[in-house]
């Protein structure tokens, strides 16, 4: 069957990047994510949602600090 | 598994060499994938008698058997053995198998590449295992050989071990490089990414893994190599070093690698829950986002293994909220898995049996990791029986029984005979008591203060420890009656039918059983 | 059918994948090198340090703990000429360490410095230590080898003690040639 | 289908039984320690421990049910649903609030165990193979502790005492109500100092120091035994720690009986020994320390511990055999004892080697030669 691309924007992959970080992801949702060219795309956001988790960690740690002087 | 006649379907082809140089010249994905399962076994029950020599001098205080010297080989060698030459061979062994029959493909990507990275094996352990009689002895200092005491105060054969462990990394980064170039290029048409089978999904994640990991530890036993013969000092604080260099590096390989002896596991249990349950997998996508989000996270949690080593506060916390994340997807899995038997119509055969014991026991080894990535309650539990019941709980029942239960699965499908259903449900019930009387006290000696690695304890550990000790004895023999099952099943078991299972679906469950020896010469049509 | 030529191109490529993680396990160590300046772990404090007049905090003192401990290989005596010493932060204090070559032969000894707690590393300011070079002893040799250092005044307030560790190792297989020439 | 449903049923009574066994104090949980820190993680462990075994009742009661409610010998017919969205998240959703309400106490209790900071006592700690050696910074007492099990208890060749392989000939003593800290560090490979009452555990690496501390609060006086904790050589498991917590009064009597201990020890190596003297006390310590590597009769241990009977340096170079003892011998397993054993003792173990096992060279080396020796 033919798919047309959805042309999905960016706000959907990464949507779909962060359900991935916890895995959790529908039938449907999926088949959007592995249409064809979206793959580049893909790999693309979640190293930089990668990037964001890690700096997100360390905020928190941060804020769990005492503050130092 | 030798497969008798050429199938209907094989046009001509020549069937297996005869004698030994089918063995050792084959580039055949089934006859390797068979080889490397009798080598991991055998590894199996090499580092098994290792395991019965320590749990044997642990079954009473007061040095019995052995010195404390050979008790640090033992535990070190029992490591290396089990982690590099039992598990992963087992995993690999079964991809080789099933990989390219679920993908559609006629064989591996690089058939002799896949010879050359099983024959390395052989050698590699040959080496490892040959210092035993040398005059130095066998590497002591733990399967993590810390620096210093891997390099500076190491014994003689510490170059042997070196160049063991380099010749297990070339042949697991061969193997995963094949399994990859399998996958991406010689699928089916119509099997698309979303519709490969799970097992097939954890293994393309997992050779992502070796490749990225096993060249970093190549990296730090050269570093190794370097410090002792060549001069240099990366963990030599004498020469501007820094021992905890050296935990670093080894632990930034160590924890994608206890990913990597897990996630096959994952898939097989995933393939054999729904089976027998006679439901599809639940939340397919589910799973598979899960793993990938496992296999990454696993690459910023290694500091977890070195809570005590002495680290910033900063980085103790973000380590410690990492390794909390993981529990997560691998939570969802769980989940997916009791999703999958719910409502189903099950039957409890002997892989359902393992299955079922692999996500209970696994289970309750997560909850122990889960309390291991407390940090300030891991400075109790760091280096006791704790952490060595926790490790146990996920690799024994873990990785072990899935490798256990996929042998039970897929055995009809390879030597075209049922095995014996009442032998195999015996072989459960014994593994599945052996295992737990074993390893369930660790955790109580664990938390009652018996540091790890220790050739002898004080009194107030004895009871458990004897415990302990019996279930090893009772785990280790049930072993011996698993080959008993599998000679059985080969020469002699009821005639398979190409489906085997009632439940199964799944493009190697379209091949005769036993498969021939080339399968999907021409690719099938996947609808 | 399987194409040859794509399963070439996707092996070549792992493998390269392979060899850059192995590039970058031994990346990871100028890399830890780094970290660790930043982060102070292990007292891995910048070296010399040019001299800053800084407003001395009369109001506070911090006690600093200097301590010689020695490496199996080493066996030299070596020690602290004064193990506790109280100063304002800010003020430039001069240390000595001592040591002696009991040994019959030449050696060159290299000091690692370690201070705890860590958040206290980048404070530290040295202009001069025993431990920023090698130093060689001849055979039945002794000298007091010195250090100039001060704890500059944005020390947390929390702080009170800082102890600085040095640890004496055998350097001589690692000597560099001008450290040897000194020695003859 | 019965002696299945049976036997799981009983293994899972089993396992949920012992878990309940962990309220009785059988040896089976951890120590609730002494410190308040220590309590603080013995809640934080209690407390994971229970939501696991939450979690786990209802994920496994979920399980159990399913495998005698769904069977196909009971007739049920498979669903073939195969995913929900909602339940999934829910799943995700619920374990990170868990592991967000973990996470607070957790961080709370790491932020204060990492604070050493005003503390009234300060002790250096290095690891040894096989031994610790503790610094008493400003007090001008430092000492060896060793294993005083013997190795006839270890061998069974006698009887294994209460506090089999978890005692030392010289105990560490600390004052209680005070912030005692530790500067932790190793002179050889990585150690680790872990006392279970005080949860402290810290590893001694060459090269760093790490720093604890631990705040014994008053009414615990008692001794508290521990062990090494990582992987260090053969006798990893043969260098136990014993604290022994006192009021602040017997710490400072205790300090002053350490010095005079000390000037002692000075004192008597200047005075002369008979030759019976030194061959007991010889004897004493050569078993202590010696006899572990170098063989209980002298005879030595394969190519790497040399033996004592007919060694050439033993019967002609004393001056030799003196240098040993107080340098050790660089690049081998023989450390050097010069801190490790009072003047008097080096005279007496060496006059003991010389003179037993058929090394009768007649004479004796006395205290004094050690001091000339030291300088």
Redesign the interface.
């Known amino acids: 069957m033919q798919r047309q691309n959805i042309g999905l924007g960016l706000w959907k992959f990464l949507q779909s990047v962060i359900a991935a970080l916890?895995?959790?992801?529908?039938?449907n949702k999926r088949q959007q994510d592995f249409a064809g060219d979206n793959l580049l795309r893909i790999i693309g956001i979640s190293l930089v949602a990668a990037v964001v988790l890690i700096l997100v960690i360390l905020m928190m740690v941060n804020m769990?600090?005492?503050d130092p002087s | 598994m030798t497969t008798t006649t050429a199938a209907h379907d094989d046009h001509g082809h020549h069937g297996p060499a005869k004698g030994i140089m089918r063995w050792i010249l084959t580039t055949n994905h089934k006859d390797i994938g068979t080889m490397y399962l009798w080598f991991s076994f055998i590894m199996l029950l090499t580092g098994g008698v290792m395991a019965l020599i320590i749990r044997a001098e642990l079954f009473q205080?007061?040095?019995?058997l052995i010195e404390?010297?050979f008790f640090?080989q033992m535990t070190t060698m029992h490591g290396l053995i089990m982690v590099f030459g039992a598990i992963m061979p087992a995993f690999v062994g079964l991809a080789n198998w099933m990989v390219p029959m679920m993908v559609g493909a006629p064989d591996m990507a690089l058939p002799r590449m896949n010879n050359l990275s099983f024959w390395i094996l052989p050698f590699a352990f040959g080496m490892l295992l040959l210092t035993l009689f040398s005059e130095a002895g066998a590497p002591?200092?733990?399967w993590t050989f810390?620096a210093?005491?891997s390099t500076?105060?190491a014994p003689s054969s510490v170059t042997y071990f070196i160049f063991g462990v380099h010749l297990m990394g070339i042949s697991s980064i061969m193997g995963a490089i094949n399994i990859v170039a399998t996958i991406l290029n010689m699928r089916a048409p119509g099997m698309t990414y979303m519709k490969m089978p799970l097992f097939v999904w954890t293994w393309f994640i997992t050779a992502y893994l070796l490749i990225a990991v096993m060249p970093v530890l190549a990296g730090v036993v050269t570093m190794m190599l370097m410090d002792i013969h060549f001069g240099t000092s990366f963990f030599n604080?004498a020469g501007g070093g820094?021992?905890?260099l050296f935990q670093h590096l080894f632990w930034f390989f160590g924890h994608p690698e206890v990913y990597i002896m897990i996630l096959p596991a994952f898939g097989i249990v995933s393939h054999i829950i729904p089976t027998f349950?006679?439901?599809?997998?639940?939340?397919?996508s589910?799973m598979v986002y899960a793993t990938a989000s496992i296999a990454f996270l696993s690459f910023i949690v290694w500091a977890h293994h070195m809570f005590?080593?002495?680290l910033p506060?900063v980085t103790?916390?973000f380590f410690?909220?990492a390794t909390?994340?993981i529990?997560?997807p691998t939570?969802?899995k769980?989940?997916?898995w009791?999703?999958?038997?719910?409502?189903?119509?099950?039957?409890?055969e002997t892989p359902m049996l393992f299955a079922?014991a692999f996500?209970?026991l696994f289970?309750?080894g997560g909850?122990?990791g889960?309390?291991l990535a407390?940090?300030?309650?891991d400075?109790?539990y760091?280096?006791?029986y704790f952490v060595v019941a926790h490790f146990h709980y996920v690799l024994v029942p873990g990785a072990l029984f899935a490798i256990i239960a996929g042998v039970y699965f897929w055995l009809p499908k390879w030597c075209g005979n049922y095995y014996d259903e009442f032998l195999g449900?015996l072989h459960f019930?014994l593994s599945?008591?052996g295992v737990?009387i074993t390893f369930?006290p660790m955790?109580?000696i664990g938390?009652?203060?018996m540091?790890?690695?220790?050739?002898?304890?004080?009194?107030?550990?004895a009871d458990?420890n004897a415990v302990a000790s019996v279930g090893a004895f009772i785990f280790g023999f049930s072993q011996l009656l698993f080959l008993y099952i599998v000679i059985k099943t080969i020469r002699s078991g009821k005639q398979a039918t190409p489906e085997v299972w009632e439940?199964a679906d799944g493009l190697e469950w379209t091949l005769p059983s036993p498969a021939p020896y080339h399968s999907f010469s021409e690719p099938p049509q996947v609808k | 059918m399987s194409s040859k030529p794509n399963v070439a191109k996707s092996a070549i490529k792992h493998l390269f994948v392979a060899l850059a993680m192995f590039g970058f396990g031994f990346a990871l160590v100028p890399l830890y090198d780094v970290f660790c300046e930043i982060t102070g772990l292990?007292g891995k404090v910048t070296g010399t340090v040019e001299k800053v007049d800084y407003t001395v905090d009369t109001s506070r003192t911090v006690t600093v703990?200097l301590?010689a401990?020695?490496?199996?290989?080493m066996?030299w005596r070596f020690m602290a000429l004064q193990?506790?010493i109280d100063l304002h932060p800010g003020e430039w204090k001069q240390i000595g360490f001592w040591a002696s070559n009991?040994?019959a032969s030449d050696m060159v000894s290299q000091a690692?410095p370690?201070?705890?707690?860590a958040r206290a590393a980048e404070y530290v300011q040295k202009t001069e230590c025993f431990c920023f070079q090698q130093q060689p002893l001849a055979a039945g040799e002794s000298k007091q080898m010195n250090m100039v250092f001060t704890i500059s005044p944005e020390l947390p307030e929390?702080?009170?003690?800082v102890?600085m560790?040095y640890?004496l190792?055998?350097s001589t297989e690692f000597a560099d040639p001008e450290t040897v020439a000194k020695l003859n | 289908m019965k002696i299945?449903t049976w036997?799981s049923l009983s293994?899972i009574a089993?396992?949920l039984s012992?878990s309940s066994i962990?309220k009785a104090e059988w040896?089976?949980?951890?120590?609730e320690g002494v410190t308040e820190i220590?309590q603080?993680?013995y809640d934080?462990?209690m407390l994971?421990?229970w939501i696991?075994v939450g979690?786990?009742v209802v994920?496994?009661g979920?399980?159990f049910y399913?495998?005698f409610k769904?069977?196909?010998?009971k007739g049920?017919?498979?669903?073939?649903?195969?995913?929900?969205?909602t339940?999934?998240?829910l799943?995700?959703v619920i374990?990170?609030i868990i592991?967000i309400a973990?996470?607070v106490p957790?961080?709370k209790?790491?932020?204060e165990?990492?604070?050493?900071?005003?503390?009234q006592v300060?002790i250096?700690i290095?690891g040894?193979?096989w031994k610790w050696q503790y610094?008493y910074?400003?007090e001008d007492v430092s000492f060896f502790s060793n294993l005083s099990t013997s190795r006839d208890?270890?061998?069974?060749k006698e009887e294994?005492g209460?506090?089999?392989?978890?005692e030392v000939d010289k105990e560490v003593v600390i004052p209680t109500g005070q912030k005692v800290?530790f500067?932790i560090?190793s002179?050889?490979?990585?150690h680790?100092w872990?006392v279970?009452e005080f949860?402290?555990?810290?590893?001694a690496?060459?090269?760093?120091?790490?720093?604890s501390w631990v705040n014994v609060p008053v009414g615990q006086e008692g001794v508290y035994?521990?062990?090494?904790?990582?992987?260090?050589?053969?006798?990893?498991?043969?260098m136990p720690i014993v604290v022994r917590a006192v009021s602040q009064s017997d710490y400072a009597t205790w300090l002053d009986e350490q010095r005079a201990e000390k000037e002692a020890a000075a004192l008597a190596a200047l005075g002369d020994y008979s030759f019976d003297e030194l061959m007991t006390t010889g004897a004493e310590v050569y078993a202590g320390r010696c006899a572990a590597c170098h063989g209980q009769n002298g005879e030595g241990m394969g190519s790497m511990f040399p033996p004592m009977v007919g060694s050439d340096i033993v019967l002609n170079d004393v001056d030799k055999h003196i240098d040993i003892l107080?340098?050790?011998v660089?690049?081998s397993a023989m450390?050097?004892f010069a801190e490790q054993l009072t003047d008097v003792e080096i005279a007496a173990v060496i006059t003991y080697e010389r003179n037993a096992w058929g090394n009768d060279t007649g004479d004796i080396v006395t205290p004094r030669d050690i001091i000339d020796a030291r300088q």
Not at chain 2, 374 to 377: D, K, T, V
Not at chain 4, 153 to 156: L, R
């Open positions: 916890v895995g959790v992801q529908s039938q769990a600090l005492p | 205080p007061g040095m019995q404390p010297e640090n002591n200092f733990g810390y210093p005491l500076t105060y604080a820094d021992p905890v349950s006679r439901k599809p997998l639940f939340g397919y589910s005590t080593v002495g506060l103790e916390l410690m909220y909390m994340v529990a997560i939570g969802v769980v989940f997916n009791v999703s999958t038997m719910f409502q189903g119509s099950l039957t409890f079922i996500v209970i289970t309750i909850f122990s889960l309390m407390i940090a300030p309650a400075f109790q760091h280096d006791t449900k019930w599945f008591i737990n369930f955790h109580f938390l009652a203060g540091p790890r690695r220790i050739p002898d304890y004080a009194l107030q550990f458990f439940g | 292990n703990q301590l401990s020695k490496n199996a290989e066996p193990e506790q009991t040994t690692v370690s201070i705890t707690p929390d702080i009170q003690t102890s560790v640890t190792f055998d | 299945r036997l293994s089993l396992l012992l962990v040896g089976v949980n951890m120590t220590s603080s993680i934080l462990h994971i421990f696991c979690i786990g994920v496994f979920v399980m399913v495998m769904h069977r196909k010998s049920a017919v498979a669903a073939q649903f195969d995913e929900s969205v339940l999934e998240w799943w995700t374990p990170t592991l973990m996470a957790a961080t209790t790491l932020v165990m990492y604070d050493a900071s005003d503390a300060d250096k290095t040894y193979q610094d910074l400003g208890a270890v061998y069974n294994k209460e506090n089999y392989l978890l800290r500067l560090t002179n050889d490979v990585i680790a872990w279970p949860a402290v555990k810290k590893d690496i060459p090269g760093y120091v790490n720093e035994r521990g062990q090494c904790a990582e992987l260090c050589g053969v006798d990893h498991g043969f107080i340098n050790g660089a690049g450390q050097s």
